[in-house]
Structure formats: structure tokens, C-alpha cells
T-cell receptor, first 114, second 117 residues
């Protein structure tokens, strides 16, 4: 049973560029959330997708956008990259039902903005 | 607003010592979930436990145990007879309880645990 998978694992971008990160949820899960984790900090919630719609959003600017596909996979897009966007981006998935509130995380995508 | 405080930032112990990681939370919700996650250097957050707010029983899983005290808003995690493989960053987190799919997690800043041989 594959867990949450993310790609790419590492990438380097230049300030002002755009980046797309991808996530496939754990089998049977239909809800995907994205988190940003700066060095030495706890993860911060960006947004959550369910039924291909953004359901909740954290305190992040509109430069951060996302999408969920019919197969429940998801993308995180960040436009006009800033140096401060350098972080580990974590994808988490969960499903509805009795175990719906246990959240599983992928290994993350390490983004460096130079 | 929800808040999780992990006052300890770094802990270093010698193998086989017991160690307790503290977590204090704030929420206006009457029902909520509490979590502990382990983050090794690879970056993945490994789920350790989920506890709902109306279940204050302590839990033990092998060398791990958790002490939930609603009266003091604390959810502490103890590792008994620590091992080098326990070295990692440990996060405490809090979420609302929603119907259907899960709500967002609010994390503490994490505690770096180093277990020396």
C-alpha cells in the first residue's frame, strides 16, 4: 500500500520564477492538504482540497495556489518566488470515515529559492 | 485561535534513559484532536498517535506513552529506555474535529531529541 508520494524531492529555483509541486495521496484517501515548513519551524498549513475544491486556507498570499484532480492527486503552485519561500513543502492526505482524522504525510519537496 | 507550545527546543540523553517531551495547547473548541509526529532527517512526518479530547485515558505503545491532561491542557510524550533510532524532531499538533474530512493541523515548533550511544 503506497503512502503519500511527492515530487520532485529537491529543486532549486530563481527568485521570480514559478514552481509546481505534486502529490499523490495514500490509497483510499480523498483529501489533500499542503504545509510549508521553514527551517527550524513547525509545518504551517497552506490549504486543503476535497472534491477538487479548496476547502480551507491558511494565512498564505494568493501567489500560492493549488488544484486537485479527479483521481485525488494534487498540485501546489507558487508564483513569483521569493527567497523566503525556501522551505520543505509537505503534502498530507486523509480520508472521510472513522479513521478520517488521521493524517499521513509524504516525505516532502525541498525547495530552495536563490 | 489554536496554539501549540513545545517549550523544550533540544533535548540530549544517553541511550536507555527515559525522556519526556512536553506539549501545551490552547483552543476554544470543546472537542479537538491532539497528535504527535516524528520527523527524521528525511523530512517525512511519521504519525505516532492521535487522541481525541473526550478520551483522557493515558496510552502506552511499547516504549512510548502519552499523558493527556485536559485540566492543564497538556499532552506529554514519554520514551522509555531511549534508543539512538529515537533521535529525530518531534512535533505536537492540534486540530478541530469536523464531520467528514479532517481539519487543518496546528503544529508546535518541535523538539529535537538526540540520543547518544
Amino acid at each position: 500500500d503506497a503512502g503519500v508520494t511527492q515530487s520532485p524531492t529537491h529543486l532549486i529555483k530563481t527568485r521570480g520564477q514559478q514552481v509546481t509541486l505534486r502529490c499523490s495521496p495514500k490509497s483510499g484517501h480523498d483529501t489533500v492538504s499542503w504545509y510549508q515548513q521553514a527551517l527550524g519551524q513547525g509545518p504551517q498549513f497552506i490549504f486543503q482540497y476535497y472534491e477538487e475544491e479548496e476547502r480551507q486556507r491558511g494565512n498564505f498570499p494568493d501567489r500560492f495556489s493549488g488544484h486537485q484532480f479527479p483521481n485525488y492527486s494534487s498540485e501546489l503552485n507558487v508564483n513569483a518566488l521569493l527567497l523566503g519561500d525556501s522551505a520543505l513543502y509537505l503534502c498530507a492526505s486523509t480520508g472521510a470515515g472513522a479513521l478520517g482524522n488521521t493524517i499521513y504525510f509524504g516525505e516532502g519537496s525541498w525547495l530552495t529559492v536563490v | 485561535a489554536q496554539k501549540v507550545t513545545q517549550a523544550q527546543t533540544e533535548i540530549s540523553v544517553v541511550e536507555k534513559e527515559d525522556v519526556t517531551l512536553d506539549c501545551v495547547y490552547e483552543t476554544r473548541d470543546t472537542t479537538y484532536y491532539l497528535f504527535w509526529y516524528k520527523q527524521p532527517p528525511s523530512g517525512e512526518l511519521v504519525f505516532l498517535i492521535r487522541r481525541n479530547s473526550f478520551d483522557e485515558q493515558n496510552e502506552i505503545s511499547g516504549r512510548y506513552s502519552w499523558n493527556f491532561q485536559k485540566s492543564t491542557s497538556s499532552f506529554n510524550f514519554t520514551i522509555t529506555a531511549s534508543q539512538v533510532v529515537d533521535s529525530a524532531v518531534y512535533f505536537c499538533a492540534l486540530s478541530e474535529i469536523n464531520t467528514g474530512a479532517n481539519s487543518k493541523l496546528t503544529f508546535g515548533k518541535g523538539i529535537t531529541l538526540s540520543v547518544r550511544p
